[in-house]
């Protein structure tokens, strides 16, 4: 297919699919496209998790102080959406009901056989602990201040323990930097094993390969980070105060290094793989420039990554050249496209893999419905409910009123200064 | 550091280490335990896997392109009836003649498997004077030795038998897809009915009673051959094979050491 010409084929809709939904040879199995969109908000997701976990480590292992008013926005973010990250596996499966069995009889040589330990991990050793005795002293404050059930809610958070002495404060917040540092290869394992899922797959030239696991640790870094700008924002113009300056600044600078990582390690990718040459690039090349052309060229490549990276980049080399709100207004627009670029990099990786044969010989096409268990509303559902959850959070962990006088540095927003 | 403490602490890892080690073999048995009771194939109470070593040939000479094993197999395996779910299909590879002139010895590839070669195949759009030549290639799990879809099934549903079939229990397979994406053949399916993944036994409910493969008994040219390494009979057909062929696996490169052999494959099969 012409490259100048699949953008408006492929605007001419569904009716051109349909009728050249097979294009060349693929093998009679492979007509059924297997993982649909499912699976590609399944990596969006853990990805979110492990770049705001990032972003909160930066505050405590590197001592990045400006970022402190993200702190715990950062933390909640990576609990909200971890707690939903499995919700797309499951659904996908053909018997859920027999999910367990991934538990109780783990292959071990398999690499998806892994998840449910990696995420257990995540959650009780990490993040839940983390969180623990981030909020030890402020429970034990709320739960004396609040009746009713919030107050019981925040009695059974503390789990009995009511000690804020000094000593103990400080075994907190020693205990804090240990678990994230602990924490920060434990992120890296969350993700870089979801990559590692696709990049195992030696039958599939466009999955298997070495690079996989890092790419999706930086895209993830770049879409975490990303993120919780969005987020801070947005909470700030909710609770109608005024953000933090130094901080958006803090996070614009991170979120553009984390670009620029993630933009090198997949051009290096790409590079290695023209220069190589394989059997298989042909046929990559093709799919580039013909069914994926819109979201991998346009969309990943143009609007998620180099405009925001050159945005991004403005900022950090003519930091004082453009006026404070301009440079928020970057770092806002810049983060939303990273976002939305991200999440095209996951289709391009899930449905991009899927649309060639393995035969190298041809190419199908992905239809989607809106509904089912893999169409369009039960997908954007699943992205939807990590924000409602965050949204229940956020209102009973990181209340307007803060818990105490030094409880205000690390509240959601804090005025300007 | 107290030398008492630090002599406790060696111990303590010490006894741990050894506690690690000695638990495996009991983990391993355990584990055994579970997959015998859960596992489950078709094959009759007696039948020992490890007197058995089942090979399949294909002299892709021989086919014809009359789809009577595909049909035998989709009747045989209860295999859905579309036109996208096949155990074993038949490939039709037309190579055109080059371009006169040109700096290709070969010309264009065209590969079709209408119905999976189920119904036979209708005349080439290619002109005949624009053939230069044209075989079918009769395809089924390759039978990898280092086999990619067991390797990646979570849970084991997807394992090797010692006797060479790579099977699937579908009452414990959960229905990932990861085995699918993982054959680098395109051999296997989702059973949209049994939301489970399947791909050819080998007919292993026949071959362990001792028939043979439903696709094996009906082809009229014997384009298949196949047979059990470890018992091999008299002027054993698979025996002949490898001694007179010169013998290939496809996709080589992917080290998946396929023990599906084929004779007389030309290099545009993939
Ligand atoms: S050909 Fe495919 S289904 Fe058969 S053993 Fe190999 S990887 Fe598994
Ligand atoms: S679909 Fe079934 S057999 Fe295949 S990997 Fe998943 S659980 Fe294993």
């Given at each position: 297919?012409?490259?100048?010409l ?53 505050v405590?292992?590197f ?13 909640l ?37 892994m998840?449910?330990?990696?995420y ?14 981030e ?39 020693r ?31 466009w999955w ?13 870094m ?6 919780c ?18 901080c ?23 590079l ?5 040459a ?26 998620g990554t ?9 900022t ?23 976002l ?30 809106l ?16 924000f ?9 962990f ?20 | 550091?107290n030398?008492?403490?630090t ?40 039948y ?86 044209s ?34 229990d ?37 071959i ?11 082809c009229p ?50």
């Amino acid at each position: 297919m012409d490259p100048l010409l699949t953008p408006v084929v492929q605007a001419a809709g569904e009716a051109h699919h349909l009728a050249t939904s097979i294009e060349g040879y693929v093998y009679p199995n492979e007509q059924n496209l297997l993982w649909s969109v499912l699976i590609v908000v399944y990596p969006y997701i853990t990805g979110l998790v492990a770049g705001a976990f990032i972003m909160a480590s930066l505050v405590r292992v590197f001592n990045v102080k400006a970022l402190t008013p993200v702190y715990r926005l950062a933390l909640l973010t990576a609990l909200a959406f971890l707690v939903c990250a499995p919700l797309p596996l499951l659904f996908h499966l053909g018997h859920p009901e027999r999910s367990f069995q991934v538990m109780i009889t783990p292959h071990t040589s398999s690499p998806m056989a892994m998840f449910g330990f990696v995420y257990a991990w995540y959650m009780m050793a990490v993040l839940l602990l983390e969180l623990w005795c981030e909020y030890r002293r402020d429970l034990v404050v709320w739960s004396e201040r609040e009746r009713g059930l919030k107050g019981l809610l925040y009695r059974v958070i503390t789990l009995g323990v009511r000690d804020i002495s000094p000593a103990a404060l400080h075994l907190d917040e020693r205990m804090s930097r240990i678990i994230t540092v602990i924490g920060i290869p434990s992120a890296f394992l969350l993700h870089g094993y979801v990559g590692f899922i696709f990049g195992s797959i030696k039958a599939n030239p466009w999955w298997g390969n070495v690079l996989m696991p890092v790419i999706f640790i930086f895209s993830a870094m770049a879409s975490g980070m990303a993120l919780c700008v969005v987020l801070y924002k947005e909470l700030c113009w909710f609770r109608r105060r005024a953000v933090d300056d130094a901080c958006l600044d803090e996070m614009g600078k991170f979120l553009f290094y984390a670009l620029l990582v993630d933009f090198t390690v997949e051009g290096l990718d790409w590079l290695h793989r023209l220069y190589a040459a394989e059997e298989s690039i042909s046929v990559l090349k093709q799919l580039a420039q013909g069914r994926l052309f819109n979201t991998l060229l346009v969309i990943q490549l143009c609007l998620g990554t180099l405009l925001p990276l050159l945005a991004l980049g403005a900022t950090q080399l003519m930091h004082g050249r453009i006026p404070v709100w301009f440079r928020q207004r970057i770092y806002y627009n810049s983060a939303f496209l990273i976002l939305i670029g991200v999440l095209a990099m996951r289709w391009n990786v899930v449905i991009g893999g899927q649309l060639f044969s393995k035969s190298l010989r041809g190419f199908a096409t992905f239809k989607m419905g809106l509904e089912g268990q893999e169409g369009w509303l039960l997908s954007a559902g699943l992205i939807l409910l990590p924000f409602l959850v965050l949204g229940v959070l956020v209102w009973l962990f990181l209340p307007e009123r803060p818990a105490g006088p030094d409880a205000k540095k690390t509240a959601a927003a804090p005025t300007a200064g | 550091m107290n030398p008492v403490m630090t002599r406790r602490r060696m111990l303590g890892a010490l006894s741990g280490a050894l506690g690690w080690i000695a638990s495996r073999p009991a983990a391993h048995a355990a584990k055994a335990a579970v997959q015998n009771l859960l596992a489950s194939s078709h094959a009759p109470k007696g039948y020992d896997p490890t007197k058995h070593k089942w090979l399949m040939c294909i002299d892709v000479e021989r086919c014809i392109g009359c789809g009577l094993c595909v049909d035998a197999c989709k009747r045989e395996n209860h295999v859905p009836e579309a036109s996208s779910f096949f155990r074993t299909w038949i490939e039709r590879y037309v190579i055109k003649v080059p371009a006169a002139g040109g700096n290709d010895a070969r010309g264009d590839v065209l590969v079709d498997s209408p119905n999976g070669g189920r119904d036979g195949f209708p005349p080439s759009a290619v002109p005949r004077e624009e053939i230069l030549k044209s075989f079918f290639v009769p395809k089924l799990c390759n039978l990898c030795e280092h086999s990619p879809c067991a390797q990646a099934c979570p849970v084991g549903a997807t394992f090797d038998s010692p006797d060479g079939a790579v099977l699937v229990d579908s009452t414990y397979c959960i229905g990932c897809g990861f085995c699918i994406q993982a054959c680098p053949y395109g051999c296997r399916f989702l059973n949209p009915e049994t939301k489970t993944a399947e791909k050819c036994s080998l007919c292993y409910h026949r071959i362990t009673r001792g028939l043979r493969p439903a696709c094996v008994e009906v082809c009229p040219t014997q384009a298949r051959i196949f047979g059990d390494l470890k018992n091999p009979v008299e002027n054993d057909p698979v025996q002949e094979f490898v001694r007179k062929n010169k013998v290939f696996t496809l996709k080589p490169h992917l080290g998946t050491e396929p023990r599906v052999l084929y004779a007389n494959i030309d290099k545009e099969v993939r």
